[in-house]
């Protein structure tokens, strides 16, 4: 894959009656370094104009994302654990805890597909179900697409 990419992020979040959907599309730099690959990309939060500084890291059956800005956080996935982190918000801390239910890497040449399934906790209260889907492509066959 190139070193220039393409990021898509879509997250699925239901809580027992709503359901809220999200999803990033940015530009942003890819690299494999011992056998992990490196996703790396800024994340532009509502009235907030300094980027939050986004690193996606994929090894074997395990996902770890980490975003450092005005939020802090470091979130990992490991299929069927759970895993905490606090959340740092200017507002105080937050304890989230992720319990993976799955975990999905799709890796092909020039593409990068993650799919995640998690239950999420703040405080040790149940929140929600969630999923997130991350795709990477090459900018280069995005171009080709457009063209």
């Given at each position: 894959?190139?070193?220039?990419?393409?990021?898509?992020?879509?997250?699925?979040?239901?809580?027992?009656?709503?359901?809220?959907?999200?999803?990033?599309?940015?530009?942003?730099?890819?690299?494999?370094?011992?056998?992990?690959?490196?996703?790396?990309?800024?994340?532009?939060?509502?009235?907030i104009n300094t980027p939050t500084k986004c690193s996606?890291?994929?090894?074997?059956?395990?996902?770890?994302?980490?975003?450092?800005?005005?939020?802090?956080?470091?979130?990992?996935?490991?299929?069927?654990?759970?895993?905490?982190?606090?959340?740092?918000?200017?507002?105080?801390?937050?304890?989230?805890?992720?319990?993976?239910?799955?975990?999905?890497?799709?890796?092909?040449?020039?593409?990068?597909?993650?799919?995640?399934?998690?239950?999420?906790?703040?405080?040790?209260?149940?929140?929600?179900?969630?999923?997130?889907?991350?795709?990477?492509?090459?900018?280069?066959?995005?171009?080709?697409?457009?063209?």
């Amino acid at each position: 894959m190139t070193k220039e990419v393409l990021v898509t992020v879509s997250g699925l979040r239901l809580d027992g009656t709503q359901e809220e959907e999200i999803e990033l599309v940015t530009p942003g730099k890819y690299y494999n370094k011992n056998g992990k690959d490196y996703i790396l990309y800024d994340e532009y939060l509502q009235d907030i104009n300094t980027p939050t500084k986004c690193s996606i890291i994929i090894s074997h059956e395990k996902v770890d994302i980490i975003k450092r800005g005005g939020n802090n956080v470091h979130m990992t996935f490991e299929k069927k654990k759970k895993n905490s982190s606090f959340y740092n918000t200017p507002f105080g801390n937050l304890l989230m805890g992720f319990y993976t239910k799955d975990l999905k890497v799709e890796k092909e040449e020039e593409k990068l597909n993650v799919h995640i399934k998690y239950n999420l906790d703040i405080n040790y209260n149940h929140v929600s179900e969630s999923d997130i889907i991350i795709k990477v492509e090459s900018k280069k066959n995005y171009k080709e697409l457009l063209e």
